[in-house]
C-alpha cells in the first residue's frame, strides 16, 4: 500500500455523514459493542463522544488515507498504575478493506503509544469470529492471551460467542515493522498522564 496514513485526533469537523453511515452499518458494527445500540447514531451523537473523549482523556484517532476519514483507533480503558491499555480499531470505509490499513495504522499507534513510557502492555479484545481483528492483532506480534467462552452476546444473530483477548509487552514489540514508518500519528491535544 502506498497510500498516505494519518492517525489525528478527531474533532466535530471530522463528523461527515460518511462516518455516521459506517457507524451505522450492520457489516462494520457486527463484532463492536455498539452492536446493542437500539436506534441509529446522529452526528450530534458522535460529537458527544469526541467532546468526552478530550474531556477524560481517551486516545481515540481518526484513521486517515490520503486524507479521508476511514477508521477509528480508541482506547477505552488503561491503568497508569499498572502500565496497560487497551486498543481497539474498526476500518468503516468499504473501499479500504483488506488493503493492510487496520495493520498499518493500529501498528503506528501501539508504536506511539509504547513510545510515551507510560505503558508496559498494550492489549485488545476481538470476537473470535472476527478473523479480520485478530488477524491484525497476530500480524502486530501480539499472543493471544485469553478465551473468554460466550463472553459476548450478537443480537443479530440471536447468539453467543467466544471473545480473545491479545497483548504485547513493550520489551516484544518490533517498532521497524515494514511501512510503520510512513504512518504519521499526530499527539492528542492534552497531555499524556505522568506515571506514578
Known amino acids: 500500500m502506498n497510500e498516505t496514513i494519518e492517525l489525528k485526533p478527531l474533532s466535530k469537523e471530522d463528523v ?21 445500540r437500539q436506534r441509529p447514531f446522529t452526528e450530534s451523537d458522535i460529537g458527544a463522544f469526541l467532546k468526552n473523549c478530550a474531556k477524560i482523556h481517551r486516545f481515540h484517532w481518526g484513521i486517515f488515507v490520503n486524507s479521508k476519514h476511514v477508521g477509528n483507533i480508541s482506547c ?27 495493520t498499518l495504522a493500529v501498528g503506528a499507534a501501539v508504536s506511539y503509544l ?31 492471551d485469553a478465551l473468554l467462552r460466550e463472553n459476548a452476546y450478537l443480537p443479530d444473530e440471536n447468539r453467543f460467542a467466544d471473545e480473545v483477548i491479545y497483548s504485547i509487552l513493550k520489551r516484544e514489540w518490533d517498532p521497524n515493522l515494514p511501512g510503520l514508518d510512513r504512518v504519521k500519528v499526530t499527539p492528542m491535544p492534552w497531555s499524556p498522564p505522568e506515571t506514578p
Open 16 to 36: 461527515s455523514p460518511a462516518y455516521v453511515g459506517w457507524l451505522n452499518d450492520p457489516d462494520v458494527f457486527k463484532y463492536l459493542g455498539i452492536r446493542h
Open 114 to 144: 509504547f513510545s510515551l513510557n507510560l505503558y508496559n502492555k498494550i492489549q485488545a479484545h476481538s470476537i473470535i469470529d472476527n478473523v479480520s481483528s485478530t488477524r491484525v492483532m497476530e500480524k502486530l506480534g501480539m499472543r493471544r
Open 76 to 102: 477505552s480503558e488503561w491503568s497508569v498504575e499498572n502500565r496497560w491499555i487497551d486498543i481497539s480499531f474498526v476500518v468503516g470505509d468499504r473501499s479500504v478493506w483488506g488493503q493492510g490499513v487496520a
